[in-house]
């Protein structure tokens, strides 16, 4: 059975950071290609970033780019997520997911997702 667990989510005011971590188990962490996704309330959830399963590739959506940084640990079945210059419109339940499906944006490409961390941005 996989799973999927996000933790490193808090309360932080604008300008400050986070680091999130997802750690899996039940499937080849490094086979996978590892994605962040958020979903504010009221708003569909929505694609961040995510890490090639080799961790040579990152792909970015505009709102992370120069601010977020992922990063993984195949050792330790980890991927990390590094939010910078935080803004209080990141505030969202952010997902950890995997995929092999190579360089995917698409949610719908990702079969195994975590519970979510809250991340709360104030102003």
């Known amino acids: 059975q996989v799973h999927v667990v996000e933790s490193g989510g808090g309360l932080v005011q604008a300008g400050g950071s986070l680091r999130l971590s997802c750690t899996t188990s039940g499937l080849t962490f490094s086979r996978y290609d590892m994605g962040w996704f958020r979903q504010a309330p009221g708003k569909e959830r929505e694609f961040v970033l995510a890490?090639?399963?080799?961790?040579?590739?990152?792909y970015y959506a505009d709102a992370a780019k120069g601010r977020f940084t992922i990063s993984r640990d195949n050792a330790k079945n980890t991927v990390y997520l590094q939010m910078n210059s935080l803004k209080p419109e990141d505030t969202a339940v952010y997902y950890c997911?995997?995929?092999?499906?190579?360089?995917?944006?698409?949610?719908?490409?990702?079969?195994?997702w975590g519970q979510g961390t809250q991340v709360t941005v104030s102003s």
């Open positions: 890490l090639s399963w080799s961790g040579q590739n990152t």
């Open positions: 997911a995997a995929s092999l499906v190579r360089g995917s944006y698409s949610a719908e490409q990702y079969p195994y």
